[in-house]
């Protein structure tokens, strides 16, 4: 084995930088300041954030995709890319339902039965990495259970490219995947914008979807939380 040392390597500031609990529990308060910050000061925040991470302001864009944005992505994207995105769908919907039907459980006991059987929450929110790349199938896989399971309201974030825009093959995949609400702000604002509301984003009962270790670490901060009264 060989030893390496630096001069300027203390023994503490070694442990630090190799002590992964204390990164962690570095990262859960540095997202944990901008959970709160967005639950209590909403769109603010949700746009300071924005403009700070992405270098987009969304006063001039708007937080929520317009139906013309929507429908210059469905100009946009290669021909084809519709249909790909509908077989996908069609795919993960099968199943989708075939898993919902193994849920379904009913015993007869004499004069009483059981029946035990999933019910769907009322509202969902599919978080969608972005920015410079794009994640259709990401998309399709967040939205198509929700939908399946019979959610009545499923909405997306998505971070913004760097001109303020989301990627058109995302904005069509969740189109199709019957999602109406598609706003364009990312990271850990994006989940807390999510799960606690803002005077635009309307809050919902869950959050699904991948993301980076902000984005992560956020879902984990929310779902821990108490209910507001």
């Given at each position: 084995m060989r030893v390496l040392r630096h001069p300027e390597q203390t023994g503490e500031l070694l442990r630090d930088r190799l002590d992964p609990w204390r990164a962690y529990e570095e990262l859960l308060e540095y997202v944990r300041a901008i959970v709160e910050d967005v639950r209590r000061r909403g769109d603010e925040a949700v746009i300071e954030y924005t403009r700070r991470f992405d270098g987009v302001d969304l006063t001039e864009v708007g937080l929520r995709v317009s139906e013309e944005e929507l429908e210059e992505a469905h100009g946009s994207v290669p021909d084809g890319f519709p249909e790909a995105v509908e077989e996908v769908r069609g795919r993960v919907l099968k199943v989708s339902e075939e898993i919902l039907k193994k849920l379904r459980v009913e015993v007869s006991l004499g004069d009483a039965s059981i029946r035990v059987e999933p019910r769907p929450l009322d509202s969902a929110?599919?978080?969608?990495?972005?920015?410079?790349?794009?994640?259709?199938?990401?998309?399709?896989?967040?939205?198509?259970?929700?939908?399946a399971a019979g959610v009545g309201r499923i909405i997306a974030c998505t971070p913004p490219g760097p001109d303020g825009r989301v990627n058109p093959a995302t904005l069509v995949a969740l189109d199709l995947c019957g999602v109406r609400e598609v706003y364009r702000v990312g990271g850990a604002q994006a989940v807390a914008a999510m799960a606690y509301g803002t005077e635009t984003i309307r809050p919902v009962r869950v959050v699904v979807g991948p993301g980076n270790r902000y984005v992560t670490a956020a879902k984990m901060l929310v779902s821990q939380a108490q209910p507001q009264p």
């Open positions: 929110g599919c978080y969608i990495p972005g920015g410079r790349a794009s994640y259709p199938s990401t998309a399709i896989m967040a939205a198509t259970p929700a939908a």
